[in-house]
Structure formats: structure tokens, C-alpha cells
């Protein structure tokens, strides 16, 4: 059975714009058997609609939040069909909600207006709400809402990771599965993609800059604006590189997108030590040629040293003598080194903090090496492990891809460990290679796809002291 359309809220539309709104109206018989619109966005191709509220679901029990940075994406994405999980008795509900300025607009008018002093978390809200409906309903679906396990990707990443933090979640999930995954606090990675949580203070200020930029004095008078004009700034960034070392690597380091929420009463790295979350089990990694990683990425041995060295400014030669670039050949490869170093390192950094923090529950960390046949040349890319822990391969609808049998192999062993971990809150089983849970007395990772079984998180610990030496020196993101 597949439901591909099942409304949780009312729509947040006129009045609604920019508040928590309720569950929906009873709507008699629903014909659920195309997916709905997706929320208002500039990124999706089909366009999009403000007063989308939907729960697009496929066979279920995984709940799932796609990928997008905040701004576009939708759970109608045919990489995150459940059908490939179905055949293994898991359902997944994948999750639409509110994005960009009608997600994450956060302003003093509404702050007061809420009652609780807060705004700016409609597009969590959302989630959340649509979480509650799970909870609620899974069951008539065959689904248990005592065994919700909470998953996603990229900007679905931190998403689920927010599930972990709010009170308003506590009791929907029994496990989290963060892809693209939880970095350390001081990690830079962790200042610039999604993850990158705002205070409400600064969220406020930028809400306040919006409203001059779009030339309005008031919320109320935002709500009359129309979506088309709010879509026109939907593609703002934040500004936090700016004037700072890492301006240098902005094509790395890329500014956080405007439009992310601002979910902790402290900063992140406060949160992570006073355990302000609740203690469950996670699934958190990275996938070899993302975050900086990419296989194209070339520098001179000039560029190279040019853009590194105020970087680590007093460690620059301790960082060019661990990752040396005397040729573009070298430079280029030590580039890619540094960044997948900082990919392990963080995860691993962060579980560790986790842990320091109180938590009792295991955090199993992965790194994905494998590239798939569907983007060969794109390495081990940014979502790419989507089509292995789906079990997913043999519904991807691209013609012209041709999957190998080792392909088969790694969806066959990563979704045996994903649908492990969503049942028993543990991956292991199958009789697969052992995946350890991390801990602080080894600095190891679970190696996935071009090889199986724990790994080191570099290959050199001079390294991993470096990163750990060098990301002391940044602030708490």
C-alpha cells in the first residue's frame, strides 16, 4: 500500500502566515493516491504552493526530512521511495514543511505576538506537528508509534537532530539518523551548511533587515505581500565569514543559508554539555567526496598556499607539512585529505561531546566511500549513500544508468545496517561486519562501501591532533 498525500495542519496562509497552526479539518474521503504540491520554494522544478501543509508518505516507519538547505526540496523525491524499505517490514513517512522566509522568519512582532517569545521555527514546527500526526496515526497503517525512528539528510539532518533538542518532540522518536551528519561544535563546517543554528537575537536582526529590504514597516503588512515577492529574497545567505580568515575557502565554507532555525535556548556547543537533549540512540556520518572533498577540486601549488595560510595563521606550517601542496597534483590531493580528515574528525568530535555531556545511549558514526553508478565520476558525493540505505536501486527510474553487482552489494549492506538500526536502535545484525559504537578510547569510524569494519578517522594521528588543536582555536558555531 502507498498513501502519497495526507494533510497534517491547516494551511499557513493570510493570518496563518507565520504562526503555529493547527491540525487540519476533517475532509471526508481524501483520494491520496498522487502526491500533493510542494511547499512554496524557488529551487523545485514543479513549482510550489504556500498553502501546502502535506504529509507525502510511501510505505512507512522510518519518518523522513528531505534535503534542501532550508530553501526547496520536497518528500516526493523518487530517492527516498520506501519501497525498498517496505520489503523489509519498515515504513517511511516523508515529511513536507514550511521553507525559506515562510519557514524560518524570525522578528521582534512576532516574537510577542507568539506568547513564548519566540519565532522563526515554523518550518520545524511544521515537522514537528507532522511528527505528532505519526504518533497518532501510524498505528492504522500498521506502523508503531512507540518506534519511531527520525532520519534525514543534509538540511533533514539537522532537522532530525532538532527532534533530539526540542522539548515540544519529546516522546516522537525513538532513534535519529543523521546523514551529511551531527560535526563538532568548533568545526567550520558546522558554521556553514544547515546545521548552523541561529541565536534568537541574531535570527530577530535579520528578520528585521528583511522587512527593510522588502520595503514593508510591519508583519502585518508582510502578510498581505505576496508569495512571489517573498520568494525573491528566499536565496539570502548569512554573512558570518566575512571579514574572517575562512572568507578564504568561501567555496567551501560557504555562508549558511538566511533562512535555518534558532532552536537552542544556549549556543550549540552549551546545549551539547548541559545534555539538553533527550538520549537516543543516533546513526550520524559523511560521505567521502563531500563537504570541500569533491574529485574536481584543483588548486596550484600558489593557490594552494595563498588560501591556507591565513587560514591557520601561527599552524599554517604544521597544517602545509602534514597536508603538503609543492605541486598541483599535491596540493590538489592534500586539499581533498584536509577535508575528509575534518569530516571524520568532526562526527567523531561530536559524539564524543555527546557523550561528555551525560548521554548514555550509542552514537554510531560512518564514512561512505563507494561512488554510485548514477554519478560515477561525482565520487562518494553529497546524498549519494540515499540510493544504498533506501534499499532503493532497483526503483531509480534513470534509463541510462547501468548498476553494477557491487552496487547491489553495498545497497544490500548499508540498508541491512539502516533497517537494523531503525528496529533495534543498533545496526548490527546480518551477520555483517561488526559497526562499534564511538568512543573516546578510539578515534575510529565504520568504513562503508569500497571496504567494511572500523577504520581510523585519519590515516595519520599526527593529523587528527592538528584538527583537534587547530579547531580549538575557532568559536563555537
Known amino acids: 500500500m502507498s498513501t502519497k498525500v495526507s494533510p497534517y495542519a491547516q494551511p499557513p496562509t493570510g493570518a496563518n502566515r507565520w504562526t503555529h497552526v493547527s491540525g487540519p479539518s476533517f475532509w471526508g474521503w481524501l483520494y491520496a493516491t498522487e502526491f500533493g504540491p510542494h511547499c512554496a520554494q524557488t529551487i523545485s522544478d514543479a513549482g510550489g504552493h504556500e498553502s501546502h501543509i502535506f504529509e507525502p508518505t510511501c510505505l512507512l516507519l522510518e519518518s523522513w ?40 522568519l ?41 518506534q519511531i525512528t527520525v532520519g534525514g539528510q543534509s538540511a533533514g539532518s539537522a532537522s532530525a537532530l532538532d527532534v533530539m533538542w526540542s522539548p515540544l518532540a519529546k516522546g516522537l522518536a525513538e532513534g535519529i539518523i543523521s546523514e551529511n551528519g551531527a560535526r563538532g561544535t568548533h568545526d567550520p563546517m558546522t558554521g556553514t551548511d544547515a546545521t548552523s543554528y541561529r541565536t534568537k537575537a541574531a535570527a530577530e536582526a535579520q528578520g528585521v533587515k528583511f522587512l527593510r529590504q522588502m520595503n514593508v514597516s510591519s508583519i502585518a503588512e508582510l502578510r498581505n505581500t505576496s508569495m512571489e515577492a517573498l520568494l525573491e529574497f528566499d536565496t539570502l545567505s548569512d554573512t558570518i565569514w566575512e571579514n574572517t580568515p575562512l572568507a578564504n575557502l568561501s567555496a567551501t565554507f560557504m555562508e549558511p543559508p538566511m533562512w535555518r532555525p534558532n532552536v537552542f535556548t544556549h549556543n550549540y556547543g552549551q546545549s551539547l554539555r548541559k545534555n539538553n537533549h533527550m538520549d537516543i540512540p543516533i546513526l550520524t556520518g559523511n560521505n567521502k567526496d563531500e563537504s570541500g572533498a569533491s574529485p574536481t577540486l584543483s588548486y596550484t601549488a600558489k593557490v594552494y598556499h595563498e588560501l591556507h595560510t591565513p587560514v591557520f595563521g601561527d599552524l599554517a606550517d604544521a597544517f602545509f607539512e602534514l597536508y603538503p601542496g609543492k605541486n598541483t597534483s ?67 527510474s534513470y534509463s541510462n544508468v547501468t548498476w553494477t553487482d557491487y552496487d547491489y552489494i553495498v545497497e ?59 579547531t580549538a582555536t575557532l568559536p563555537e558555531w
Open 330 to 396: 599535491q596540493a590538489s590531493e592534500s586539499a581533498k585529505e584536509f577535508y575528509r580528515d575534518l569530516s571524520r574528525v568532526g562526527t567523531w568530535h561530536w559524539a564524543i561531546d555527546w557523550a561528555a555531556g551525560g548521554a548514555k545511549s550509542s552514537v554510531y558514526t560512518y564514512y561512505l566511500t563507494h561512488a554510485p553508478a548514477e554519478n560515477r565520476d561525482g565520487g562518494a558525493y553529497h546524498g549519494s549513500e540515499l540510493w544504498y540505505t533506501f534499499n532503493n536501486i532497483p526503483y531509480a
Open 65 to 104: 526530512i528531505y534535503a534542501g538547505r532550508f530553501e526547496g526540496g520536497s518528500g516526493d523525491v523518487k530517492t527516498y521511495d520506501g519501497t525498498g524499505f517496505a520489503e523489509k517490514d519498515i515504513i517511511v513517512v516523508t515529511i513536507n514543511y514550511r521553507l525559506g522566509p515562510f519557514g524560518f
Open 106 to 146: 524570525a522578528h521582534p512582532e512576532l516574537s510577542a505576538e507568539s506568547g513564548k517569545d519566540s519565532s522563526g521555527n515554523y518550518g520545524i514546527l511544521n515537522q514537528q506537528a507532522a511528527l505528532h500526526w505519526v504518533n497518532e496515526n501510524i498505528q492504522k497503517f500498521g506502523g508503531n508509534p512507540d
Open 412 to 470: 544490500k549492506k548499508m540498508s541491512n545496517y539502516w533497517t537494523n538500526f531503525i528496529r533495534n536502535g543498533n545496526p548490527n545484525g546480518n551477520r555483517q561486519p561488526t559497526f562499534k559504537p564511538t568512543t573516546n578510547k578510539t578515534e575510529q569510524t565504520m568504513w562503508l562501501g569500497n571496504s567494511w569494519g572500523m577504520g581510523p578517522i585519519s590515516m595519520d594521528a599526527k593529523r587528527i591532533q592538528f584538527l583537534h588543536k587547530w
